[in-house]
């Protein structure tokens, strides 16, 4: 959905590896982009619709709803995992088997914006954890192999950045009068106020974004679901807020494994 009402993740910024020490890997200001390490998000996958995924269990991806058509068997769905570079020989690509999208979503902008992929076999890397309570704090990362700019074209590289959390009043304040509804129970709104410059893009929706939480363990905080273009000044990204609907998410995994 991030375009004009965007299906998104990134934008412009300099990172360092989540192993970094301390907060220094989440710098107050961050500037250009660079391609991410090698190995550095074991858990992201690549979905061949052209939107991205986060490994949640070993056999099944947490993306966006709006990224897929509905519940039910599928086997047209690749994910790929296991590299930085699309076009690297070395990537694993493994099937899907069947989808669950939240029966509460009807659009990105209306909130509920989650599904699950079950895969035709267990991927043999990590998972990432999901962020169980409220979040009030950033900043956080978000990655992947959507657009450098608005409009532009998905990248071959991973990319990745850093965006600094948004409060809830200041976001609806900015989307509310151009008759943009934000659901601050279901919600999570990042990025750059004022200058822009970092965001998701075209391309990236159903992406993670991902913070450490106070035990130093990274969790996904957020989906990457819309806004309005990318990187503008005066609209910061919104994602899917995972501990809003933890519950519900939980019990579709269940159901599922």
Same mark, same amino acid.
């Given at each position: =959905? ?31 982009? !660079? ?17 991205? /995924? ?20 599928n086997s ?13 020989p ?8 069947? !989808?669950?999208r ?8 209306r ?18 954890a ?7 704090? /950033? ?31 200041t ?7 151009? /008759?943009?509804?934000f ?22 929706? /159903?992406?993670? =974004? ?5 035990s ?42």
């Open positions: =959905m991030r375009k004009l009402l965007r299906a998104a993740v990134l934008g412009f910024a300099l990172v360092a590896a989540l192993t970094a020490p301390a907060r220094a890997e989440f710098p107050d200001k961050v500037v250009g982009g !660079v391609v991410a390490p090698q190995g550095a998000y074991p858990w992201l996958a690549r979905l061949s619709m052209g939107c991205g /995924g986060s490994l949640v269990t070993p056999d099944i991806v947490l993306t966006a709803a709006h990224c897929v058509g509905g519940t039910g068997a047209g769905i690749e994910a790929m995992f296991g590299v930085v570079d699309l076009e690297s070395d990537a694993d690509i493994i099937d899907s088997l069947y !989808v669950y939240s029966p509460d979503y009807t659009s990105a902008s909130g509920s914006d989650w599904a699950l992929i079950k895969l035709d076999r267990p991927a043999p890397y990590p998972v990432v999901l962020q169980s309570t409220l979040v009030t704090t /950033g900043p956080f990362r978000v990655m992947g192999w959507g657009a450098a700019q608005e409009g532009g074209d998905q990248q071959r590289y991973l990319l990745h950045a850093d965006v600094p959390y948004v409060d809830d009043t976001c609806a304040g900015l989307y509310t009068p151009y /008759g943009y509804k659901l601050a129970a279901g919600m999570l709104c990042a990025g750059v106020v004022g200058t822009g410059g970092i965001d998701t893009c075209q391309g990236d929706s /159903g992406g993670p =974004m991902v913070a450490k939480d106070a130093g363990v990274v969790r996904q905080v957020g989906i990457v679901s819309w806004g309005i273009g990318c990187a503008r000044p005066q609209f910061p990204g919104i994602y899917t807020e995972v501990s809003a609907y933890l519950p519900a998410i939980a019990a579709a995994i269940t159901a599922l494994s």
